[in-house]
């Protein structure tokens, strides 16, 4: 099997992440990764490549705000219904 390259490692974690998109709603979203250079989220919508999204991550000590673009997202299925997996890199 093909190794996967990536600039950062990535760490699970399964938080809350709230925010903002450009057009300033509201956006509410559960992580599945995190590293250095974005984060991956759960998404009850499909936002389109390179929106910019304002998140607050809430980590379990305090929470970090930060700034990011979609670079993809895809249709999933999980126990709990059908989500949007997207990636966030940050700014």
Same mark, same amino acid.
């Given at each position: 099997?093909?190794?996967?390259?990536?600039? $950062?490692?990535?760490?699970?974690?399964?938080?809350?992440?709230?925010?903002?998109?450009?057009?300033?709603?509201?956006?509410?979203?559960?992580?599945?990764?995190?590293?250095?250079?974005?984060?991956?989220?759960?998404?009850?919508?499909? $936002?389109?490549?390179?929106?910019?999204?304002?998140?607050?991550?809430?980590?379990? $000590?305090?929470?970090?705000?930060?700034?990011?673009?979609?670079?993809?997202?895809?249709?999933?299925?999980?126990?709990?219904?059908? $989500?949007?997996?997207?990636?966030?890199?940050?700014?």
């Amino acid at each position: 099997m093909g190794e996967e390259r990536r600039k $950062f490692p990535r760490v699970p974690i399964f938080v809350e992440v709230g925010g903002k998109h450009s057009d300033w709603l509201p956006v509410k979203a559960r992580s599945v990764d995190i590293s250095e250079g974005g984060i991956r989220l759960l998404l009850l919508e499909k $936002f389109p490549k390179d929106r910019v999204m304002d998140l607050e991550i809430n980590l379990p $000590f305090p929470s970090v705000i930060t700034r990011g673009k979609v670079v993809w997202a895809k249709e999933v299925e999980t126990k709990e219904g059908k $989500f949007f997996q997207t990636g966030i890199e940050f700014y």
